[in-house]
C-alpha cells in the first residue's frame, strides 16, 4: 500500500471506530436479549449495513467477538448493577463504557492494533506497561490500568455453575484455556489432497496438518472459502475436527447401510458417505425438511451417489429394515462449541439441561429401534456436561439390555477406550465432544 493510500485509510479510520460501536452495541443486544447467536447477530448487522467495506467488516468482526470472548474478564470492569442490566439485554453503556470494553476485548486478543490505539486515544488513558503477555496478564493489566478488581483467573470465562456441571476427571483449566484462544477453521478433505492444499496454500492461507486423516486447520486472515474451485468441486468441507473424530468412531464400512436421523445441514452424513468410499447407503433424516435441504446441496456438490434424505416427526422408528449403524448426534446445550460462539455460555441457564437430557434419551431410545442384531448404536452430543453425556449412555443401557458399551480406539490417540469417551478442545485444538458406541446382541 502506498503512503498516500494509507494516509486515505487512517483517514477513514474513526468511521470505522464508529461501526465498530455500532455494532457491538447491536450485537450485544442481540446476544444477552434475545440470545441470537453471535455469528448471526453479526451477520443480520453486515446485511443491515451494505455499506460496510471490507475493512469495517473485519474491523467489527475482531471487536465484537473478541468483546464477548473475554466477557468473562471485561464483565467485572463494570458494576454489579450495569452487569446485571446489560446480560438481561437492556444495552445503556455510555459510549465512554462501550469503547472502553471494546479497547479491553481488543488488547486482550491483541488484534487489530490501530484501532485498540484509537480508541485509547479517545479513552484518554495511558497504554499498557510493555509487552504483558497473555491475554490473562492483559486483562489483568487492563483491571489494574481501570481499578477494577484485579483477581481474574482463567476459570473466570465461564460461568461459576459450570464447573459442577462437568465430571471430575474434566480437564476445566485446559477448558477454560481454550476458551481465551481463537479456533482454527478445521476442514475435512474429501478428495485429491494434494491439490486442495496446494489451492489453498496459494490464496495466503496457514494450514496445519490434524491428527484424523485428511483433517487440516486453517489459520490467518479468513478467506471466503465457498469461493474456491476446490469446494464447489466438493473436494473438501468445512468440519470441526472434534465432529470429524464423530464418523472416526462409528467407523462405517463400504457397503453399509447407515441411518443418521439428526443430520441437520448433514456434516456427519457426509463424512459417512466418505468413508464408506460412496458405497452403500446413508439415510440422512431430520424433523425439519428445510434443513435437509442443504445437505442435498452439498451431496450433489460433492457427488455422492449413496445419501438419501428422509424428513421423519422423530418418533419411535417403524422401518422394515433395520441398520448396520445408526449415529443419533443429539440436539444439547452445545457447550463444547463455546468457544466458536463466544458469548453463548452467559446466555445458557443449568435449569436448561435436564430438559435436553430427557430429549437426548427419547431420540435415542426411539432410534435405537433402527439398528440390526449385531450393529452399531453411536451416541455423540458437543457438551461438556455429564447429564447430557455419560448419564444419558447409563439410563439407556439400563432399560435396554441388549445394547453393551462397544470398546473402539480414540480417534486422535489410537488408545482404545471403553466405549465412550470425550474429545476435548485440548486434544487437537478443536471444539469438545462427546461419543459413545453401543453394540446390539439381539
Not at 485509510?9 to 443486544?29: K, W
Not at 468441486?233 to 468445512?238: H, I, L, Q
Not at 463424512?271 to 439415510?283: C, E, F, H, I, Y
Not at 435436564?354 to 431420540?363: D, K, M, T, V, Y
Request: net charge positive.
Amino acid at each position: 500500500m502506498t503512503n498516500e493510500a494509507k494516509n486515505a485509510d487512517r483517514n477513514r479510520f474513526p468511521g470505522r471506530i464508529r461501526y465498530l460501536e455500532n455494532a457491538a452495541r447491536q450485537v450485544l443486544g442481540e446476544v444477552f436479549g434475545s440470545g441470537r447467536p453471535a455469528d448471526r447477530a453479526v451477520a443480520g448487522f453486515f446485511h443491515d449495513h451494505r455499506q460496510c467495506g471490507s475493512r469495517d467488516r473485519a474491523l467489527i468482526g475482531q471487536g465484537v467477538y473478541a468483546l464477548l470472548r473475554y466477557w468473562g474478564w471485561l464483565r467485572r470492569f463494570l458494576p454489579g448493577e450495569r452487569r446485571a442490566e446489560l446480560e438481561s439485554g437492556e444495552i445503556r453503556l455510555s459510549a465512554l463504557e462501550l469503547r472502553a470494553l471494546l479497547y479491553a476485548g481488543l488488547v486482550c486478543d491483541g488484534l487489530a492494533p490501530e484501532a485498540a490505539e484509537a480508541l485509547r486515544c479517545e479513552l484518554k488513558i495511558p497504554g499498557l506497561r510493555g509487552d504483558p503477555g497473555s491475554p490473562l496478564r492483559r486483562a489483568v493489566e487492563l483491571a489494574r490500568l481501570f481499578g477494577a478488581e484485579a483477581g481474574l483467573e482463567l476459570d473466570d470465562l465461564a460461568p461459576e455453575w459450570v464447573r459442577d456441571a462437568v465430571p471430575p476427571d474434566f480437564d476445566y483449566a485446559a477448558f477454560t484455556r481454550m476458551l481465551a484462544r481463537r479456533p482454527p477453521l478445521w476442514l475435512r478433505i474429501q478428495r485429491d489432497p494434494d491439490r486442495v492444499t496446494s489451492e489453498l496454500a496459494a490464496a495466503g492461507l496457514r494450514l496445519e496438518t490434524g491428527r484424523l486423516p485428511g483433517s487440516l486447520a486453517v489459520r490467518g486472515d479468513r478467506l471466503n472459502l465457498f469461493n474456491l474451485e476446490g469446494y464447489r468441486n466438493g473436494d473438501f468441507e468445512v468440519q470441526d475436527l472434534a465432529s470429524q473424530c464423530i464418523g472416526a468412531a462409528a467407523a462405517p464400512k463400504p457397503g453399509e447401510r447407515w441411518f443418521d436421523p439428526c443430520a441437520g445441514a448433514g456434516g456427519k452424513s457426509l463424512q459417512l458417505a466418505s468413508l464408506m468410499k460412496n458405497r452403500g447407503t446413508v439415510v440422512a433424516g431430520d424433523v425439519r425438511d428445510y434443513i435437509l435441504d442443504e445437505l442435498r446441496r452439498r451431496s450433489r456438490r460433492s457427488g455422492f451417489s449413496n445419501i438419501s434424505t428422509r424428513v421423519h416427526d422423530g418418533r419411535p422408528w417403524r422401518g422394515l429394515k433395520p441398520f448396520d449403524g445408526v449415529l443419533v448426534d443429539a440436539p444439547c446445550s452445545c457447550s463444547g462449541v463455546w468457544r466458536r460462539h463466544p458469548g453463548s455460555q452467559w446466555r445458557f441457564s443449568p435449569a436448561e439441561i435436564p430438559g435436553f437430557a430427557a430429549r437426548q434419551l427419547e431420540i435415542l431410545t426411539n432410534f435405537s429401534a433402527a439398528v440390526k442384531p449385531g450393529g452399531v448404536l453411536v451416541y455423540a452430543t458437543c457438551s461438556i456436561f455429564t447429564a447430557e453425556n455419560e448419564a444419558v449412555v447409563h439410563r439407556f443401557l439400563g432399560s435396554r439390555e441388549q445394547f453393551k458399551l462397544d470398546p473402539f480406539p480414540h480417534p486422535l490417540t489410537g488408545t482404545v477406550v471403553p466405549g465412550m469417551t470425550r474429545i476435548s478442545a485440548a486434544d487437537g485444538d478443536c471444539d469438545s465432544m462427546f461419543v459413545a458406541r453401543l453394540r446390539c446382541f439381539a
